[in-house]
């Protein structure tokens, strides 16, 4: 049982070049969100899903777009990148929303955006 | 706005006992979470508090405080492995995690 796993661990962009963050879960979790952690600041979400085939913008969506065609998948791409961008960026599900429901995280990604 | 205060940093001695304080000023209110973030690692889940009062979970306890908008994480005997950020989050109306910018614990020998 692996739990979150994000794919890659680390990665260096250009301004303006794209990539895509994989996020991959085995609990069976409906829930699965996307956030970005900056120093002196609390965790932003960026974008968030509640089930297969469904989004939703969190906080900070501007720049990111996702996708959750698998339920245990949910990707998060940067289609042009910028220095803004620059994070830590983890994955988190969890069974549903609400009352004392854990999120469990990713290890997290780091990217830098030069 | 939504807001969430904690400490930046704290200092402390192993084997004591140290208190993490946080506010919160949020649109609704359905419980209060507390997660630890060791440096480069991803945060995880500690405690949970929906209702006013304490809730003890070995050395670790959280109370809240709703009428307040204020918790406390209480960590009792602490061990060099405590040094880590201690993380506040409040669930809103929405059922989104709005999150505090973590307290640093620095455990001194």
């Known amino acids: 049982n692996a739990g979150v796993t994000q794919t890659p661990k680390f990665r260096v962009l250009k301004t303006g070049q794209s990539m895509t963050l994989l996020c991959a879960q085995d609990?069976?979790?409906?829930?699965m969100y996307w956030y970005r952690q900056d120093p002196g600041m609390g965790l932003r979400l960026i974008h968030y899903?509640?089930?297969?085939?469904?989004?939703a913008k969190g906080e900070v969506p501007d720049g990111y777009n996702v996708s959750r065609l698998k339920k245990q998948n949910f990707l998060l791409g940067l289609e042009s990148a910028a220095p803004s961008q620059t994070s830590v960026y983890f994955c988190?599900?969890?069974?549903?929303?609400?009352?004392?429901?854990?999120?469990?995280f990713g290890p997290g990604t780091r990217l830098l955006v030069l | 706005g939504q807001n969430i205060d904690q400490p930046t940093e704290m200092t402390a001695t192993e084997g004591a006992i140290v208190q993490i304080n946080c506010t919160y000023q949020?649109?609704?209110?359905?419980?209060l979470f507390w997660y630890q973030q060791h440096a480069g690692e991803a945060p995880t889940f500690l405690s949970y508090?929906?209702l006013d009062g304490l809730e003890e979970k070995g050395r670790f306890s959280s109370f809240l405080s709703r009428s307040k908008g204020y918790s406390y994480l209480l960590l009792k005997e602490l061990q060099m492995k405590d040094s880590a950020s201690y993380l506040c989050?409040?669930?809103?109306?929405?059922?989104?995690?709005?999150w505090g910018a973590g307290t640093k614990l620095i455990i001194k020998p």
């Open positions: 508090n929906v």
């Open positions: 949020t649109s609704g209110f359905n419980g």
């Open positions: 899903s509640v089930g297969e085939g469904t989004t």
């Open positions: 988190a599900s969890s069974l549903t929303s609400g009352g004392a429901e854990t999120q469990y």
């Open positions: 609990m069976n979790h409906e829930y």
């Open positions: 989050a409040v669930l809103d109306s929405n059922y989104q995690l709005i």
